[in-house]
Each structure stands twice: as C-alpha cells, then as structure tokens.
C-alpha cells in the first residue's frame, strides 16, 4: 500500500498541555509531533495557524437513525414520548430510512467536530453502510428487546449475530459491532445473561440504557425487590466491557457498584434535561473514580448531536445542581468527551488523544472568531464558547472528512434531501 501523508503545521495543540506544534500523519497514525518538524514531502499540508487542534470527539450514546424524528415529539415524559410517539414511528423504519438517517447524523456529528460514537438501534448493517461512507469510526449495536417473550429473545440474538458476522471490524477497521440490550425493562434475565455470556466470550462490548428515570427505578423495586444496577449486579452483568446510558438516578451503593465493576456511564444532559428525567450525579461518580463520558443520545430528544454543545451544559448542569461552581472544571468535561468516550467504547489505546502512535482522528476550530476572541484560554473557550459551527477541519483515521467546513465524503446537499424525503415519506405511512 502506498504511504499517505499529512503535515498539520502550526496548530494550537490541545495534548498532555497547550502548546504551538505540527502534526505528521502517515496513513491512519499520527507519527511525529514537533516544534521544528521539518517535512517536505507530504501528500497535502494543512496550516493550523489560528486553529486550536482537539482529538477528535466520542459521542458515547447515540441512535443515529432518530435524526428523522428530530421535533417530532417534544415537552412530553419519556413514557407518553416512548410509546405513543417514537415506537410508533419506529415500527415503520426500513433499511433505506435507517441509511437516510444514519448518514445525516455523521454529516452532522463531522461537522461539529465528532469522529467517534456508540450508536443503538434498528437495520444496523444499513447504518454501517453510512458510517463507511462517511469516513466516521463508530460502534455499533442492534437494539434487543424481547419483553419476556422467547421467539422475540431468539430472533434477537439472530440478528445481533448477523450484524457482527456482517460488520464488525468492516470499514478499514473503523466499524466496531457490540451486544445492544435495550434496558432492564424491555429485556427478560435470560437475555441479559445469554447477552454478558456471549460477549465475554468474544470480546464484545455491551451498550445498554439504565436508570433514565425515577419510574425505571421504582417499577425495578416493584418487579425485582432492586434498584437496577443492584440487579444487574446481582446477575452478574456489570462489567468494563459494559457502557451503561443515563444513570440517572443511582443510590451511594450503585454508585460504589458502577466504580468496583468498572462499568462506563455515558451521560446525556441534554436528553436527561429535556425529557425532565433529572440530573445524573456525574460530579459524584467521578469523585469515586467511576469513568464517565458524554453522550447525546438521539435527535429525538435532544435536538443535535453537537458534542461540544453537550460539554457545556454537562459542567453547567453539575455546578448549578451541586451550588458548586469549582464542580466539573473545563478540562475534566475535556477528558470526558475525548480520552473518557474513548475508554467508553474500549478504544482508548488508540484515540481520545493526540499522541504519537495513536490513530489520526483529530478536529481543527477556528480560533479567529467573534465568540473565541480575546482567544487567551484554550480550555476554557473549547468548552464554554466554542459551537459545533467553530469546527473547521476533521480527519478520520487519517483521511479529512471536512476541509475548510465543507464535507469532503458526504454530499451535503444530497443528504438533506434524502433524509427529508425519507422522514416524510415513514411519517406519512405513520399517520396511514
């Protein structure tokens, strides 16, 4: 294979600290970073002057496809939104619909800096199809329900097993496939156990959604005697291995169980705020070492995918509930969304930082910009005022996937009118 090089010169480098240097890509690894790198041979060359250079970002929970239900169903609790609005909805999804959705969502994640995520939902073969053109590295997941029901249990795990045969490690590398278990609600014992039995023999992870609300909790005492990480102990499925959405609402015990099992929580202010599900005690978990990363879940309750956006308000939401306002200082959400999604999704021996022998996956922001001026603190003006708007350039396991914002692998136009088509024609075949 014929070696490709990038040379980022004279980047704002946010790294182990803030500093002036140049960046050389060979292929899909970062290979030199200097001051004085002297490189006259690239294949193209970027000049970071006025740029800050950041990781590129992980959004660790998301359900892509669900960009065609954006402003479909606001102001309402998750159960009325959940049954009479999204389900619905869903039961009339296709595999081109999936596909529609899945490559706005990377249009839009690339755009505002994103490179990474940790994607549920439905037709995931269609969604790994648009992940690949995009360029994105994601990990992806069938979302398994089966209410008790057996037929429903087996037809799950059939699928599940289809996408990895299917996908997993496809796309240069770039396509990770994990066990998907919906929640502790909507899946019986037996899956969750045949689900943490099956990925401990092959090395998948598990993504699953867990404690979003107060109703998950009290139901979960009702029908099992426990909160649900109690539970989920209890059976043997917390893990490492296991990145669990929301926790929202978690006793001092779960909070010491998530920590000693090294299970990862994605937390998803915005969803968690918009949906009045309450505020995760993120503050509190990093406290006792638990690893937390940033997600947004999907557009239907969000409504974006910004994961800068979600920076800010993660650190505003902790200091205006804590009445603390040291609480969740601009580095520590930093690491959340870079080094702590990366570590979500088991990937961060190779992304979530800038580093050599790391993988090339990065996002340049314009600096020369009305809300970035007087630009005299990196950290703090990429996580109180900078906007997905900001990203100017992403690369992707070492190939640009924006330019001077303009996508390079995805047609942006052609996008728009494909997603609105498709969210048009599955609404009206709702209302039918």
């Not at 309750?301 to 650190?315: F, G, P, Q, R």
């Not at 961060?348 to 090339?360: C, Y």
């Amino acid at each position: 294979m014929e070696t490709k090089n990038i040379l980022i010169k004279n980047a704002t480098l946010i790294a182990d600290e803030i500093k002036k240097s140049s960046i050389l890509i060979e292929n899909d690894e970062i290979v030199e970073i200097s001051n004085d790198l002297k490189f006259n041979d690239a294949d193209e060359v970027i000049d970071a002057s006025g740029k800050l250079v950041i990781p590129g970002l992980v959004n660790t929970h998301t359900h892509l496809s669900m960009t065609l239900m954006r402003g479909l169903a606001d102001d309402m609790p998750l159960d009325t939104w959940l049954n009479d609005h999204i389900w619905p909805a869903e039961a009339e999804l296709n595999g081109d619909y999936c596909y529609a959705g899945a490559l706005l969502a990377c249009a839009e994640m690339i755009k505002s800096g994103t490179t990474c995520f940790n994607d549920m939902y439905f037709f995931m073969d269609h969604v790994a199809k648009a992940v690949d053109e995009s360029g994105m590295r994601g990990v992806l997941s069938h979302g398994m329900i089966d209410f008790g029901d057996e037929t429903k249990r087996k037809n799950e795990f059939k699928e599940t097993r289809r996408i990895i045969d299917k996908c997993h490690n496809s796309a240069d590398g770039r396509i990770k496939v994990a066990y998907g278990p919906h929640s502790p609600y909507t899946c019986s014992q037996e899956l969750l156990e045949e689900v943490k039995k099956e990925a401990n023999k092959s090395g998948h992870r598990i993504h699953i959604h867990v404690s979003e609300t107060q109703k998950e909790v009290s139901d979960s005492l009702e029908s099992k005697g426990k909160r649900p990480f109690e539970y989920l102990s209890e059976i043997g499925f917390l893990g490492e291995e296991v990145t669990a959405a929301h926790a929202v609402w978690l006793s001092e015990d779960e909070i010491s169980l998530i920590k000693n099992s090294q299970t990862k929580i994605s937390h998803n202010p915005s969803s968690n705020m918009k949906l009045a599900s309450g505020i995760a005690p993120v503050s509190k978990l990093l406290a006792e070492g638990a690893s937390v990363s940033i997600g947004t879940d999907g557009t239907a309750s969000n409504n974006n995918l910004d994961i800068l956006e979600e920076m800010k308000i993660t650190s505003l939401l902790q200091k205006v509930n804590t009445l603390d306002p040291s609480v969740l200082p601009a580095k520590e959400v930093y690491e959340m969304a870079t080094i702590n999604g990366a570590a979500a999704i088991g990937l961060e021996a190779d992304i979530g930082t800038i580093e050599v022998g790391k993988k090339a996956d990065m996002a340049l922001l314009d600096i020369k910009t009305i809300r970035m001026t007087p630009f005299r603190n990196p950290m703090s003006h990429l996580v109180y005022s900078a906007q997905g708007g900001d990203v100017d350039t992403v690369i992707c396991n070492g190939e640009v996937l924006m330019e001077n914002k303009k996508l390079l692998t995805i047609d942006e136009a052609m996008v728009i009118e494909m997603a609105q088509n498709a969210a048009e024609e599955m609404l009206t075949k709702k209302a039918d």
